[in-house]
């Protein structure tokens, strides 16, 4: 193996990341490791989500309260945590666009992430109601409601597709990029300040819209950082700055989290790009590859951890918390490994004909959370 040395890292992969466009097929394994910080920041995120979804379940459940360094820890993840997931999709969405076109775009929209918004949210819904579990257990009439407005952890699917429409509209109308820009930044800054101005169905897509667009830019003008000194420089002080802006109250609840969610994007990004393609990080890999299936399932098998545990009389929170974010990680992950091909329709709409078997596309190749 090449030393990696070689190659000079940077936000957005390796230095060849600029003929992604024009790579052949077979230069598999040097696009793999190219785009592994891709991989590397949606495993993070997606711990991040589901240690984070875990918690609040528990303290929403009335266990024991946790310790002040969990809400240090929170309060840090909920603000950047999920507009991560934003700027790797809006990075993805432009080199998919460039190369595959709008068309092929609508259609992964409809196939891979409208789809399980609806089939997941109905199938949770539905656990919910027969099983009557969790901390509020809904009816059948809330379901149109769910999949219209979005609900529980599904939000971020229907702000996602309308992020991949938002964009699709600003190309077919022909605005600028600095338009759409200051379209998706006015909108975070407008609900930053004014955060009950309008109902959580609008707030929620309309304030992820500029990481989207801003991870497109990303991509179409080559935006990056170049060497491990100055990624080492940038996470670094990325990370400090994140516990310096808790701590100045530039918290998660407050007008100032867009300036904490890009910090912790930059931050995230820059130690991703310095990690190594190596063995030991492959289970971190093998997380991002299949976040979409984790982030769908983890409140299931999270929600019925933590049943078992309150019967059976375990109520401390840590204990609590560990435990579900391991049944809401390994399970989700296993079931998506065992979805591959014939079961494939859980979580991404069939493509019929002679490829309706194949595996699932490698998510370091196309645009996927």
Partial sequence: MAKRASVSPDLYGSRQAEGAAVLPATAVKTGMRRLSWADYAKGIAIILVVVCHCAE????AASSLPSPAWSVFLDISYAFMVPVFFVVAGWFSERTYQTKGGAYQLSYVLRAILYPYIVWTVAQTALMILSKA????PSWADLPGFLIFGSMQFWFLRA????????LVL?????GEFAGLAISGAALVLFSLHPNA??????HPASHLFYFVAGAFCFRHRLRLSG????????????LSLLALHFLGARCDTPFRPVTAMVGI???LSLCALLPD????????LLGRHSLPIYCLHVIFAAGVRAILFKAGVRNFDVQVFLGSIAGTVFPLGISICSLGRFEWLFRFPSGGRNRRCPREDPAKRDSI
Avoid: D, E
């Fill in 266 to 268: 930059v931050a995230s």
């Fill in 134 to 137: 969790g901390n509020r257990v």
């Fill in 160 to 167: 996602l597709v309308a992020a991949y429409c938002f964009q």
């Fill in 198 to 203: 309008a109902p959580p169905s609008i707030i």
């Fill in 171 to 175: 190309r077919a109308v022909r605005i």
């Fill in 228 to 239: 491990r000194a100055a990624l080492r420089l940038v996470a670094g002080l990325g990370l």
């Fill in 57 to 60: 379940g528990t303290l929403n």
């Fill in 278 to 285: 190596s063995w030991w990080l492959s289970i971190l890999k």
